[in-house]
């Protein structure tokens, strides 16, 4: 999330610990062993509402604190996803250190699985950058507390068209907000990031009628999408200042800030990438200063974890396309309470969020 501050600096006992008091963390699990390589942090942020369900991302981070600070930042955003999505999970991730390109074996993701399996049902995991759904396989030979599975496995395979389907619906729900109207015919739309979601992405606003333009560091994808949607390829440098009515961020984090805010020509910032403000009170206020409509990224984005909930729970399609539509009304939910409360977006997210966990505070503290 956007202003959450961590100073990790493991050197002693207290010093982690005072990073734990800090962000409320019920627990942080170091997980190691020689014979596979692995190296792995797994942060449970909170469970009040249930079992803390994340990804497991594997990333060769320049410092070990780095991957903490990730660990600990992601699970947060996961406990506040899965509240205002509506549903009984908790937040929580883990992260792998290591290149995920070279070191990663289905030794080293089943002994990650162990550890999973020892946390007793605390902690479900799922894939996330840098894993597969052929990793959660081999996690799943060790615990059955994964999901993210494929279909022939009873799971609801790549959650990726879901979560565009959730950005998609949270971009008509801002839509409606900013034009009285949540038709997308005609409008122009800057997508950074065409990786899964953002293909998925694309397929739904170009089937509005669509103005897209689009940026990626992968040049192929590029090319591909300008001959299927007649998409206009831009620089990653460029497509923040474009002058355009939607901005839909769906790469990296942090990239609302005091460089790209000032840039933006923009009436609506809507995508899929997680923790999209650097910092949550000072650049969401810059934009809602600044009359820009912004979708919440754990809001918008919140369609993966609704489709890995409902393989928890026993998986239909159909029921976690019915659930991510729900965003609409949420997106539109949180702009209301924004303007009643005279807050940002984001801050009014969180507050709808804290909610709901203090209220099922009053029926169990954790899970």
Known sequence: MGDFQVDIKPTTQFELFAGLESTDHEQIVFCQDNATGLKAIIAIHNTVLGPGLGGTRMWMYNHEKDAIKDAMRLSRGMTYKAAVAGLNLGGAKAVIIGDPKTQKSEALMRK?????????????????????????????????NVVGLPEIMGGGGDPSPVTAYGTYMGIKASAKKTYGSDSLSGKSVAVMGIGKVGWHLLEYLNKEGVKLNIADINSGILEKAANEFGAIPVSSDDIVGLDVDIFAPCALGGILNDQTIPQLKCQIVAGAANNQLEDETLHGNMLKNMGIVYAPDFVINSGGLINVYSEHTGYVREIAMNQTENIYHTILDINKMADELGVNNQIAAIKHAEKRINDMMHVHSTY
């Open 112 to 144: 990650f699985g162990r550890f999973v399996e020892n946390l007793n049902g605390k902690y479900i995991t799922a894939e996330d950058v840098g894993t597969t759904t052929r990793d959660m396989e081999y996690v799943a030979m060790e615990t059955k």
